[in-house]
Protein backbone atom coordinates (compact mmCIF):
# COMPACT_ATOMS: atom_id res chain seq x y z
CA UNK A 1 0.00 0.00 0.00
CA UNK A 2 1.28 3.56 -0.89
CA UNK A 3 1.82 6.12 1.49
CA UNK A 4 -1.16 8.09 -0.06
CA UNK A 5 -3.32 5.31 0.49
CA UNK A 6 -2.47 4.91 4.01
CA UNK A 7 -2.67 8.51 4.87
CA UNK A 8 -6.38 8.41 2.77
CA UNK A 9 -7.71 5.40 4.95
CA UNK A 10 -6.54 6.65 7.94
CA UNK A 11 -8.35 9.86 7.17
CA UNK A 12 -11.35 7.81 6.41
CA UNK A 13 -11.19 6.07 9.63
CA UNK A 14 -10.85 8.92 11.49
CA UNK A 15 -13.61 10.32 9.72
CA UNK A 16 -15.58 7.91 10.45
CA UNK A 17 -14.98 7.76 14.56
CA UNK A 18 -15.58 11.22 14.40
CA UNK A 19 -19.37 10.76 13.50
CA UNK A 20 -20.05 7.92 15.77
CA UNK A 21 -22.87 9.18 17.91
CA UNK A 22 -21.25 9.54 21.28
CA UNK A 23 -23.91 7.45 23.77
CA UNK A 24 -24.88 7.56 27.39
CA UNK A 25 -27.59 6.12 29.73
CA UNK A 26 -30.96 7.53 29.45
CA UNK A 27 -29.84 9.72 25.88
CA UNK A 28 -32.76 9.54 22.88
CA UNK A 29 -31.82 8.61 19.92
CA UNK A 30 -33.17 8.17 16.68
CA UNK A 31 -32.62 4.68 14.24
CA UNK A 32 -33.69 2.31 12.01
CA UNK A 33 -34.69 -1.50 12.43
CA UNK A 34 -32.10 -3.57 10.43
CA UNK A 35 -33.03 -6.99 11.53
CA UNK A 36 -35.65 -8.60 14.10
CA UNK A 37 -35.87 -11.95 16.26
CA UNK A 38 -38.51 -13.40 17.76
CA UNK A 39 -37.43 -12.49 21.61
CA UNK A 40 -35.76 -8.95 20.49
CA UNK A 41 -35.42 -6.04 17.43
CA UNK A 42 -31.73 -4.72 16.28
CA UNK A 43 -31.65 -0.83 15.60
CA UNK A 44 -28.58 1.02 13.76
CA UNK A 45 -28.76 4.45 15.05
CA UNK A 46 -24.95 5.15 13.63
CA UNK A 47 -22.54 3.96 16.30
CA UNK A 48 -19.96 1.15 16.51
CA UNK A 49 -22.33 -1.38 16.59
CA UNK A 50 -26.23 -1.93 16.30
CA UNK A 51 -28.77 -1.41 19.48
CA UNK A 52 -31.22 -3.82 20.69
CA UNK A 53 -34.46 -3.64 21.44
CA UNK A 54 -35.91 -6.66 24.22
CA UNK A 55 -39.55 -7.51 22.92
CA UNK A 56 -40.65 -6.48 26.59
CA UNK A 57 -39.36 -2.83 25.45
CA UNK A 58 -41.20 -2.30 22.30
CA UNK A 59 -44.85 -1.97 23.23
CA UNK A 60 -46.62 -0.54 25.75
CA UNK A 61 -48.26 -3.50 26.09
CA UNK A 62 -47.32 -7.35 25.91
CA UNK A 63 -46.77 -8.44 22.54
CA UNK A 64 -45.82 -12.42 21.67
CA UNK A 65 -42.92 -11.38 19.28
CA UNK A 66 -40.92 -8.38 18.02
CA UNK A 67 -42.59 -8.67 14.43
CA UNK A 68 -45.70 -7.79 16.38
CA UNK A 69 -44.46 -4.12 17.27
CA UNK A 70 -42.27 -3.43 14.30
CA UNK A 71 -40.79 -4.04 11.05
CA UNK A 72 -37.72 -4.16 9.63
CA UNK A 73 -37.06 -0.60 7.71
CA UNK A 74 -39.10 1.15 9.88
CA UNK A 75 -37.72 4.13 11.80
CA UNK A 76 -37.67 4.49 15.62
CA UNK A 77 -36.84 6.76 18.39
CA UNK A 78 -35.64 4.94 21.55
CA UNK A 79 -33.82 5.68 25.29
CA UNK A 80 -30.40 4.49 25.88
CA UNK A 81 -31.20 1.94 28.82
CA UNK A 82 -27.32 0.67 29.23
CA UNK A 83 -24.37 0.27 27.06
CA UNK A 84 -21.40 -1.46 27.54
CA UNK A 85 -18.86 -1.03 24.08
CA UNK A 86 -16.27 -3.83 25.89
CA UNK A 87 -19.35 -6.40 24.98
CA UNK A 88 -20.27 -4.56 22.54
CA UNK A 89 -24.34 -4.47 23.91
CA UNK A 90 -26.33 -1.36 24.15
CA UNK A 91 -29.60 -1.78 24.95
CA UNK A 92 -32.49 0.57 23.90
CA UNK A 93 -36.05 1.17 24.99
CA UNK A 94 -38.95 2.31 22.45
CA UNK A 95 -41.51 1.56 25.53
CA UNK A 96 -40.13 4.76 27.03
CA UNK A 97 -39.76 7.43 24.82
CA UNK A 98 -43.44 6.06 23.17
CA UNK A 99 -45.03 6.71 26.74
CA UNK A 100 -43.12 9.96 27.06
CA UNK A 101 -44.59 11.36 24.15
CA UNK A 102 -47.87 9.86 24.63
CA UNK A 103 -49.09 11.20 27.62
CA UNK A 104 -48.54 14.94 26.71
CA UNK A 105 -50.57 14.04 23.36
CA UNK A 106 -53.37 12.00 25.51
CA UNK A 107 -53.41 15.07 27.63
CA UNK A 108 -54.53 17.06 25.29
CA UNK A 109 -56.94 14.61 23.88
CA UNK A 110 -58.67 14.21 27.26
CA UNK A 111 -59.22 17.87 27.54
CA UNK A 112 -60.10 18.85 24.14
CA UNK A 113 -62.04 15.38 23.79
CA UNK A 114 -60.98 15.00 20.85
CA UNK A 115 -61.80 11.31 19.11
CA UNK A 116 -59.21 9.51 17.64
CA UNK A 117 -58.15 6.00 16.19
CA UNK A 118 -57.13 3.02 18.73
CA UNK A 119 -56.20 -0.56 16.95
CA UNK A 120 -57.00 -3.30 19.49
CA UNK A 121 -53.93 -5.59 20.00
CA UNK A 122 -55.01 -7.69 22.85
CA UNK A 123 -58.16 -8.81 24.42
CA UNK A 124 -57.94 -9.43 28.70
CA UNK A 125 -60.89 -10.41 31.51
CA UNK A 126 -63.05 -7.19 31.66
CA UNK A 127 -62.54 -5.49 28.19
CA UNK A 128 -59.82 -5.12 25.81
CA UNK A 129 -56.41 -3.42 25.93
CA UNK A 130 -54.53 -0.92 23.51
CA UNK A 131 -51.48 0.43 22.04
CA UNK A 132 -51.32 3.98 22.01
CA UNK A 133 -47.87 4.73 23.68
CA UNK A 134 -48.56 3.67 26.67
CA UNK A 135 -51.13 0.80 27.47
CA UNK A 136 -54.90 1.90 27.12
CA UNK A 137 -57.95 -0.11 28.78
CA UNK A 138 -61.62 -0.35 27.42
CA UNK A 139 -63.90 -1.72 29.56
CA UNK A 140 -66.29 -4.00 28.48
CA UNK A 141 -69.04 -1.72 28.98
CA UNK A 142 -67.33 1.47 26.95
CA UNK A 143 -66.55 -0.73 23.61
CA UNK A 144 -70.36 -0.40 21.93
CA UNK A 145 -73.43 1.02 22.85
CA UNK A 146 -74.75 -2.81 23.22
CA UNK A 147 -74.01 -5.78 25.42
CA UNK A 148 -71.09 -8.13 23.67
CA UNK A 149 -70.68 -11.38 24.95
CA UNK A 150 -67.62 -12.06 23.21
CA UNK A 151 -64.98 -10.01 22.19
CA UNK A 152 -61.99 -12.27 20.90
CA UNK A 153 -62.77 -11.28 17.06
CA UNK A 154 -62.07 -7.55 18.20
CA UNK A 155 -58.64 -8.20 18.00
CA UNK A 156 -57.15 -6.08 15.15
CA UNK A 157 -59.64 -3.97 14.78
CA UNK A 158 -59.84 -0.29 14.82
CA UNK A 159 -61.90 2.05 17.20
CA UNK A 160 -62.68 5.40 17.54
CA UNK A 161 -62.29 6.43 21.16
CA UNK A 162 -62.13 9.12 23.48
CA UNK A 163 -59.47 9.47 26.67
CA UNK A 164 -62.31 8.77 29.10
CA UNK A 165 -59.75 8.71 32.27
CA UNK A 166 -56.18 9.34 32.46
CA UNK A 167 -54.19 9.12 35.30
CA UNK A 168 -50.19 9.34 34.51
CA UNK A 169 -48.91 8.41 38.29
CA UNK A 170 -50.22 5.91 38.27
CA UNK A 171 -49.69 5.03 34.67
CA UNK A 172 -53.64 4.15 34.10
CA UNK A 173 -55.35 5.31 31.11
CA UNK A 174 -58.90 4.50 30.09
CA UNK A 175 -60.79 4.57 27.04
CA UNK A 176 -64.63 4.96 25.69
CA UNK A 177 -65.70 3.75 22.18
CA UNK A 178 -69.38 3.98 23.48
CA UNK A 179 -69.56 7.72 24.66
CA UNK A 180 -68.26 8.22 20.78
CA UNK A 181 -71.29 6.50 19.31
CA UNK A 182 -73.73 7.56 21.98
CA UNK A 183 -72.89 11.00 20.55
CA UNK A 184 -73.40 10.00 17.22
CA UNK A 185 -75.89 8.27 18.38
CA UNK A 186 -77.61 11.29 19.24
CA UNK A 187 -77.07 13.82 16.85
CA UNK A 188 -78.33 11.57 14.19
CA UNK A 189 -81.54 10.57 16.21
CA UNK A 190 -82.22 14.19 16.51
CA UNK A 191 -81.67 14.85 12.84
CA UNK A 192 -84.19 11.47 12.48
CA UNK A 193 -86.76 12.74 14.94
CA UNK A 194 -87.24 16.84 12.54
CA UNK A 195 -87.91 14.61 9.77
CA UNK A 196 -90.15 12.46 11.21
CA UNK A 197 -94.56 13.04 10.99
CA UNK A 198 -97.19 12.02 12.68
CA UNK A 199 -98.97 9.80 10.13
CA UNK A 200 -96.08 8.59 7.84
CA UNK A 201 -95.33 5.12 6.97
CA UNK A 202 -91.98 3.60 7.00
CA UNK A 203 -90.36 0.43 6.65
CA UNK A 204 -88.49 -0.89 9.78
CA UNK A 205 -86.31 -3.77 11.90
CA UNK A 206 -87.36 -4.97 15.21
CA UNK A 207 -84.88 -4.67 17.13
CA UNK A 208 -85.58 -6.02 20.93
CA UNK A 209 -89.02 -7.00 22.28
CA UNK A 210 -90.36 -6.61 25.77
CA UNK A 211 -93.47 -7.67 27.74
CA UNK A 212 -94.90 -4.19 26.96
CA UNK A 213 -94.04 -3.92 22.98
CA UNK A 214 -91.87 -4.26 20.30
CA UNK A 215 -88.69 -1.33 19.80
CA UNK A 216 -88.29 -0.97 15.81
CA UNK A 217 -85.50 0.78 14.19
CA UNK A 218 -86.67 3.25 11.46
CA UNK A 219 -83.59 4.33 10.02
CA UNK A 220 -80.78 4.64 13.09
CA UNK A 221 -83.61 5.32 16.18
CA UNK A 222 -85.94 2.95 17.89
CA UNK A 223 -89.65 3.97 18.33
CA UNK A 224 -91.70 1.91 20.25
CA UNK A 225 -94.73 -0.32 19.02
CA UNK A 226 -97.13 -0.95 21.94
CA UNK A 227 -98.03 -4.68 22.09
CA UNK A 228 -101.73 -3.03 21.80
CA UNK A 229 -100.49 -2.13 18.39
CA UNK A 230 -98.40 -4.57 17.06
CA UNK A 231 -102.20 -6.39 15.99
CA UNK A 232 -105.98 -6.07 15.88
CA UNK A 233 -106.19 -8.77 17.40
CA UNK A 234 -105.48 -9.49 20.99
CA UNK A 235 -101.87 -9.97 21.73
CA UNK A 236 -100.50 -11.76 24.83
CA UNK A 237 -96.73 -11.09 24.24
CA UNK A 238 -95.13 -9.57 21.15
CA UNK A 239 -92.66 -12.59 20.86
CA UNK A 240 -96.33 -14.45 19.71
CA UNK A 241 -96.18 -12.22 16.47
CA UNK A 242 -92.60 -10.63 15.59
CA UNK A 243 -88.96 -11.76 16.18
CA UNK A 244 -86.09 -9.99 16.40
CA UNK A 245 -84.92 -8.65 13.12
CA UNK A 246 -87.64 -9.34 11.73
CA UNK A 247 -88.58 -6.08 8.81
CA UNK A 248 -91.65 -4.62 9.58
CA UNK A 249 -94.15 -2.21 8.22
CA UNK A 250 -95.19 0.57 10.54
CA UNK A 251 -97.44 4.27 10.90
CA UNK A 252 -95.89 6.99 12.95
CA UNK A 253 -98.71 7.52 15.87
CA UNK A 254 -96.75 10.17 17.50
CA UNK A 255 -93.38 12.34 17.98
CA UNK A 256 -91.74 13.62 21.00
CA UNK A 257 -88.24 15.45 20.18
CA UNK A 258 -88.08 16.88 23.75
CA UNK A 259 -87.46 13.75 25.08
CA UNK A 260 -86.62 11.90 22.18
CA UNK A 261 -89.96 9.47 21.79
CA UNK A 262 -91.49 7.73 18.52
CA UNK A 263 -95.05 6.15 18.97
CA UNK A 264 -95.38 3.91 16.04
CA UNK A 265 -98.00 1.38 14.98
CA UNK A 266 -97.64 -2.08 12.80
CA UNK A 267 -101.59 -2.28 13.04
CA UNK A 268 -102.62 0.78 11.92
CA UNK A 269 -100.74 0.01 7.94
CA UNK A 270 -102.93 -2.82 7.86
CA UNK A 271 -106.91 -3.03 6.93
CA UNK A 272 -108.62 -3.20 10.27
CA UNK A 273 -110.99 -5.91 11.46
CA UNK A 274 -114.23 -4.44 11.09
CA UNK A 275 -113.69 -3.31 7.42
CA UNK A 276 -112.44 -7.21 6.76
CA UNK A 277 -115.34 -8.32 8.69
CA UNK A 278 -118.04 -6.26 6.86
CA UNK A 279 -118.54 -9.00 4.54
CA UNK A 280 -118.20 -11.91 6.69
CA UNK A 281 -120.84 -11.07 9.44
CA UNK A 282 -124.76 -10.86 8.40
CA UNK A 283 -127.76 -10.00 10.81
CA UNK A 284 -129.80 -13.54 12.11
CA UNK A 285 -126.99 -15.60 11.55
CA UNK A 286 -125.31 -18.35 14.00
CA UNK A 287 -121.43 -18.38 14.63
CA UNK A 288 -119.00 -19.08 17.08
CA UNK A 289 -116.77 -16.97 19.22
CA UNK A 290 -114.79 -16.41 22.32
CA UNK A 291 -115.51 -15.05 25.46
CA UNK A 292 -113.31 -12.24 26.05
CA UNK A 293 -114.02 -10.20 28.97
CA UNK A 294 -116.90 -10.58 31.29
CA UNK A 295 -118.74 -7.59 32.81
CA UNK A 296 -121.64 -6.89 35.27
CA UNK A 297 -123.98 -6.31 32.40
CA UNK A 298 -122.41 -9.08 30.27
CA UNK A 299 -120.15 -10.27 28.05
CA UNK A 300 -117.91 -8.94 25.31
CA UNK A 301 -117.51 -12.27 22.27
CA UNK A 302 -114.88 -12.20 19.95
CA UNK A 303 -116.55 -13.01 16.74
CA UNK A 304 -113.39 -12.66 14.47
CA UNK A 305 -109.95 -11.39 14.86
CA UNK A 306 -110.40 -8.13 16.57
CA UNK A 307 -113.64 -7.81 16.40
CA UNK A 308 -116.14 -8.12 19.72
CA UNK A 309 -119.52 -7.52 20.29
CA UNK A 310 -121.86 -7.28 23.47
CA UNK A 311 -124.03 -9.71 24.51
CA UNK A 312 -126.11 -8.25 27.15
CA UNK A 313 -126.81 -10.14 30.07
CA UNK A 314 -130.78 -10.26 29.31
CA UNK A 315 -129.56 -12.69 26.00
CA UNK A 316 -127.15 -14.78 27.67
CA UNK A 317 -129.35 -17.20 29.16
CA UNK A 318 -133.04 -18.32 29.59
CA UNK A 319 -133.03 -18.60 32.82
CA UNK A 320 -132.73 -15.22 35.38
CA UNK A 321 -128.75 -14.93 35.97
CA UNK A 322 -127.41 -12.03 38.19
CA UNK A 323 -124.10 -12.27 36.81
CA UNK A 324 -122.58 -13.32 33.57
CA UNK A 325 -119.73 -15.02 35.75
CA UNK A 326 -122.42 -17.72 36.69
CA UNK A 327 -123.01 -19.58 33.15
CA UNK A 328 -119.98 -18.17 31.41
CA UNK A 329 -116.22 -18.19 31.82
CA UNK A 330 -113.50 -16.02 30.32
CA UNK A 331 -111.80 -18.14 26.92
CA UNK A 332 -115.19 -20.30 26.28
CA UNK A 333 -116.27 -20.77 23.01
CA UNK A 334 -119.69 -20.33 22.66
CA UNK A 335 -122.61 -20.26 19.66
CA UNK A 336 -124.06 -16.81 19.35
CA UNK A 337 -126.59 -15.21 17.34
CA UNK A 338 -125.85 -11.90 15.44
CA UNK A 339 -129.03 -9.46 16.33
CA UNK A 340 -127.24 -6.62 15.00
CA UNK A 341 -123.71 -5.92 13.18
CA UNK A 342 -122.80 -1.98 12.22
CA UNK A 343 -119.06 -2.20 10.89
CA UNK A 344 -119.02 1.81 10.56
CA UNK A 345 -120.40 2.35 14.02
CA UNK A 346 -117.68 -1.26 15.43
CA UNK A 347 -120.97 -2.34 16.84
CA UNK A 348 -122.24 -5.63 16.85
CA UNK A 349 -125.39 -7.29 18.95
CA UNK A 350 -125.16 -10.44 19.99
CA UNK A 351 -127.00 -13.32 21.51
CA UNK A 352 -126.53 -16.99 23.14
CA UNK A 353 -129.85 -17.81 24.19
CA UNK A 354 -131.45 -17.35 21.03
CA UNK A 355 -129.24 -20.08 19.96
CA UNK A 356 -130.95 -22.50 22.45
CA UNK A 357 -134.00 -23.78 22.32
CA UNK A 358 -136.23 -22.45 25.43
CA UNK A 359 -136.88 -24.44 28.41
CA UNK A 360 -140.74 -25.69 28.50
CA UNK A 361 -143.15 -23.63 30.69
CA UNK A 362 -144.54 -25.60 34.14
CA UNK A 363 -148.14 -25.59 34.12
CA UNK A 364 -149.91 -22.35 35.72
CA UNK A 365 -152.39 -23.24 38.77
CA UNK A 366 -155.86 -21.88 38.75
CA UNK A 367 -156.47 -18.63 40.41
CA UNK A 368 -157.93 -18.19 43.68
CA UNK A 369 -161.17 -16.35 44.31
CA UNK A 370 -160.89 -13.65 46.88
CA UNK A 371 -163.57 -11.98 47.82
CA UNK A 372 -163.53 -8.55 46.54
CA UNK A 373 -164.04 -10.55 43.01
CA UNK A 374 -166.71 -12.07 44.25
CA UNK A 375 -168.18 -8.90 45.16
CA UNK A 376 -167.49 -6.92 41.79
CA UNK A 377 -168.58 -10.84 40.12
CA UNK A 378 -171.34 -12.74 42.13
CA UNK A 379 -171.70 -14.64 38.67
CA UNK A 380 -167.88 -15.96 38.72
CA UNK A 381 -167.50 -19.73 37.34
CA UNK A 382 -166.64 -22.36 39.66
CA UNK A 383 -164.95 -25.54 38.39
CA UNK A 384 -164.91 -28.52 40.88
CA UNK A 385 -164.16 -32.23 38.70
CA UNK A 386 -166.69 -31.16 36.02
CA UNK A 387 -169.67 -29.50 37.41
CA UNK A 388 -170.04 -25.43 36.86
CA UNK A 389 -172.32 -23.43 38.78
CA UNK A 390 -172.47 -19.39 39.62
CA UNK A 391 -171.68 -18.46 43.29
CA UNK A 392 -174.77 -16.20 43.00
CA UNK A 393 -176.90 -19.17 42.59
CA UNK A 394 -175.13 -21.13 45.18
CA UNK A 395 -174.59 -18.40 47.71
CA UNK A 396 -176.44 -15.20 46.69
CA UNK A 397 -178.17 -15.01 50.44
CA UNK A 398 -174.95 -15.13 51.90
CA UNK A 399 -173.72 -12.60 49.21
CA UNK A 400 -176.34 -10.47 49.99
CA UNK A 401 -175.65 -10.40 53.61
CA UNK A 402 -171.87 -9.71 53.33
CA UNK A 403 -172.42 -6.24 51.64
Not at 59 to 82: L, R
Not at 120 to 140: E, H, N, T
Not at 390 to 397: A, C
Amino acid sequence: MSEETKVSAETTNQDALNNIVALKKGDTVKGTIVKIEDNQAFVSIGYKYDGVIPVRELSAVSVDKASDAVQIGQEVESKVVSIDDEKERLVLSKRQVDSEQAWDVLQQRFESQEVFEVTVSDVVKGGIVADVGVRAFIPASMVERHFVEDFSDYKGKTLRVKVKEIDRENNKLILSQKEVLDAEFESNKKQILSNLQEGQELEGTVQRLTQFGAFVDVGGVDGLVHVSEIAWQHVDKPADVVQEGQQVKVKVLKVDPANGKISLSMKATQPGPWEQSSGNIKTGEIISGVVRRLVDFGAFVEVAPGVEGLVHISQISHRHIATPYEVLKQGQTVQVKVLDFNPAEKRVSLSIKETEEAPAQAPKQEKKVFKEDLNNNPNVSLSNQGMSVTLGERFGDMLGKLK
